[in-house]
């Protein structure tokens, strides 16, 4: 089974605060992803992956930044949390693949719920 | 830009009895794919059915089902005998190059 492992499932941090999200795959997927989840909204995507060293601005990347030096790990970073980032986050990870059922499945984490006080 | 719709932000079922989720989308790509996802209260997203756009029958996996109208563009999510466990949020989503594109989401009460 695909394993999708993020480091923090609650997180408290003080605004100011530079905070990191850590995300790792088991799968030798090139693709990763972090989204954003509110109320409302559904998932929203921040950033992406497509393979080591390379990222792309998602919808929302404003305040955020993001690291992949190695391939199996995707992180978040936030750098100067602020209280409008309380929110889950959730990472994912596919198979590059342009189609059918395997090029298309994310597989996610559990999601990390921070609060920014 | 391709864009997932849910229009029913909440719905209430009674145990033992089916359920149909709402989902429309708009694509310009000839060739696409839609997810449904269950995400229960301890925040993992479950996958639950795939359709592909060239797909000549309805997707099927247990008690869901897909009810794919092309034409209509609809990707709706029947979930038949409903069970207290089914209770979640229901995110409907599309394939894009950038991971998947969600829509809002259903949140679906499951009523003893």
């Known amino acids: 089974d695909v394993k999708v492992t993020q480091s923090s499932r609650y997180l408290v941090k003080r605004t100011g605060e530079k905070v990191f999200l850590e995300c790792v795959q088991d799968?030798?997927?090139?693709?990763m992803f972090w989204y954003r989840q509110d109320p409302g909204l559904g998932l929203r995507l921040i950033y992406f992956s497509y393979d080591v060293k390379m990222k792309e601005k998602g919808d929302i990347p404003e305040g955020y930044s993001v690291s992949r030096e190695k391939k199996e790990r995707f992180s978040l970073i936030l750098e100067s949390a602020s209280t409008n980032q309380t929110s889950m986050y959730l990472c994912?990870?596919?198979?590059?693949?342009?189609?059918?059922?395997?090029?298309?499945?994310?597989?996610f984490g559990e999601g990390s719920w921070l609060t920014v006080v | 830009a391709q864009k997932i719709t849910q229009t029913q932000p909440g719905m209430f079922v009674q145990e033992k009895e089916a359920v149909t989720l709402d989902c429309t989308y708009d694509t310009s790509d000839p060739s696409y794919g839609l997810f449904w996802y269950k995400q229960p209260s301890s925040g993992e997203m479950i996958f639950l059915i795939y359709q592909g756009s060239y797909d000549q029958q309805n997707a099927t996996e247990g008690r869901y089902s897909l009810n794919f109208q092309k034409a209509r563009k609809s990707a709706n999510l029947v979930i038949s005998a409903s069970q207290l466990g089914d209770s979640a949020m229901y995110f409907c989503?599309?394939?894009?190059?950038?991971?998947?594109?969600f829509g809002a989401g259903t949140r679906l009460t499951v009523k003893p």
């Open positions: 994912a990870s596919r198979l590059s693949g342009t189609g059918g059922f395997g090029g298309n499945t994310i597989y």
């Open positions: 799968m030798d997927h090139e693709n």
């Open positions: 989503a599309m394939r894009e190059v950038r991971g998947m594109r």
